[in-house]
C-alpha cells in the first residue's frame, strides 16, 4: 500500500477514538502484543535493538550501491525508498501505533480532566504524608537518601507483580508474558536524553541500563504501559504510577510515591510559588536528596546534541496527537489529582 492511502486511513482512524478502541486496542492489538512477547520475550537481548542495527547498516548500504541511480533513475529511485517508508509506517501503526488515536484515559476512567490548585495542593500534600513515611520506614532518618536496595535485574522480574495487583482493578492491565530489557543502547540512549522506550516493531519494552536504580521500577512500568497499550506520555506515567504504588515492595512503592510527588511539586511550582515554598518545606530532606541524584545524572550527561533529539522527538508525539510534545510526560498530574480525588483511602 503506497503511504498517501496510509496516512489519510490513520487521520480518519483519528476522528474515531471509540472504533479505535475498541477494535484495535481492546481488540486486535492484545492479541499482537501478545504474540510478541511470546515470541521474543524468552530472549536475553533487546531483539529490536539488533534489528535497528542491522537495518541502519542495509539502509547505507542501499544508498551507497544506488547512489548512482539518484542521477539515472531518479524515478524508480524515489519509488523504492517511499514503498520502503510506506512499509514501515504501515508496520508501525499496525502493530502499536494506532493506540495513539485510541479514547484518553481520563474518559475510560471516568475522571474529569481539569482540577483547581487547591485539590492539587491537598494530594499533593497527602502523597508528601505517604512518601515520607516510607522514606523513614527505609532509611529511618529523614535526612538521608534512600537507598534501594534491588538489583536492576531484580526490578524487571519484579516489575509484573505490581501489574498483577492492579489487574484486579483494572483486568486490562493483565502483563503476561513479559517482554523487559535492558537497550543495547544504552549509552547512546542516555545522551540523547531518555530513560527508556518501547520497540514498536518486536513490542519490547526497552530501559535505559544506566539510569539510577531510584528510577528503574518507575521507568521499567512506564515502558510496561506502553507495551500494553497506552501510547500517550501521561497516560503511561499514570500507569506507571499506579503500578508501583500497588506493588508489595516497599522500594516499589517509595518510588512510585516520590514519582507522582515529583510532578505534583513542579506543577504547584508553576503555578504558585509561594505555596510551593510553603510545602516543599515538609518533604524530607533525602527524598530531595533523591531527587537531586536523579538531576545529577542527567546533568552529566547532558551534551550539545541532545536537545535536537528531545526536539525531533517532540515534534513526533506532536504529530501523534500529543501537542504538548515533551510536556506531555508533565500532563500526568491531572490524572493522578483527579483519580486520588475519587478513590477512596
Known amino acids: 500500500m503506497s503511504l498517501i492511502p496510509q496516512v489519510l486511513l490513520v487521520k480518519l482512524a483519528g476522528n474515531y477514538p471509540d472504533v479505535v478502541e475498541r477494535y484495535y486496542s481492546a481488540g486486535l492489538y492484545p492479541v499482537i502484543s501478545k504474540i510478541f512477547r511470546f515470541t521474543l520475550g524468552w530472549l536475553p537481548f533487546s531483539f529490536g535493538d539488533l534489528l535497528y542495527t542491522f537495518a541502519g547498516i542495509y539502509m547505507l548500504r542501499w544508498f551507497y550501491k544506488n547512489r548512482k541511480r539518484l542521477r539515472q533513475d531518479t524515478k524508480n529511485y524515489l519509488i523504492d525508498v517511499f514503498a520502503a517508508v510506506a512499509f514501515v509506517y504501515m508496520a508501525f501503526h499496525l502493530f502499536w501505533g494506532l493506540n495513539y488515536y485510541r479514547l484518553p484515559l481520563h474518559k475510560s476512567l471516568n475522571l474529569e480532566h481539569d482540577y483547581t490548585t487547591e485539590q492539587l495542593a491537598k494530594v499533593t500534600k497527602s502523597l508528601i504524608e505517604k512518601a515520607n513515611a516510607l522514606h523513614f520506614k527505609i532509611t529511618k532518618n529523614d535526612t538521608l537518601k534512600a537507598e534501594i536496595k534491588l538489583s536492576k535485574s ?12 492492579l489487574k484486579k482493578q483494572f483486568p486490562e492491565l493483565n502483563y503476561s508474558p513479559t517482554s523487559l530489557k535492558k537497550s543495547i543502547y544504552s549509552y547512546p540512549l542516555t545522551y540523547m536524553g531518555f530513560s527508556g522506550y518501547l520497540n514498536p516493531l518486536t513490542n519490547e519494552a526497552q530501559v535505559d541500563g544506566l539510569i539510577p536504580v531510584f528510577k528503574f521500577s518507575t521507568t521499567s512500568a512506564h515502558e510496561v504501559a506502553h507495551q500494553l497499550g497506552f501510547a500517550a506520555e501521561n497516560e503511561a506515567n499514570f500507569i506507571a504510577f499506579m503500578a508501583t504504588t500497588n506493588h508489595d ?6 518510588s512510585g510515591y516520590t514519582f507522582a510527588l515529583r510532578f505534583c511539586l513542579n506543577e504547584i511550582y508553576r503555578r504558585d510559588e509561594a505555596l510551593y515554598e510553603d510545602i516543599i518545606c515538609s518533604v524530607n530532606t533525602g527524598i530531595l536528596k533523591n531527587y537531586k541524584e536523579v538531576r545529577d545524572f542527567w546533568e552529566a550527561h547532558k551534551n550539545p546534541v541532545e536537545p535536537y533529539f528531545k526536539s525531533f522527538y517532540g515534534n513526533f508525539l506532536k504529530a501523534n496527537r500529543q501537542s504538548k510534545g515533551m510536556q506531555s510526560y508533565n500532563y500526568v498530574v491531572a490524572l493522578i489529582v483527579n483519580y486520588l480525588e475519587n478513590t477512596p483511602e
Request: net charge neutral; hydrophobic share 50%; aromatic share 28%.
Open 249 to 254: 515492595n516497599i522500594y516499589f512503592k517509595y
Open 154 to 165: 531484580a526490578i524487571f522480574e519484579m516489575v509484573p507483580a505490581g501489574y498483577a495487583n
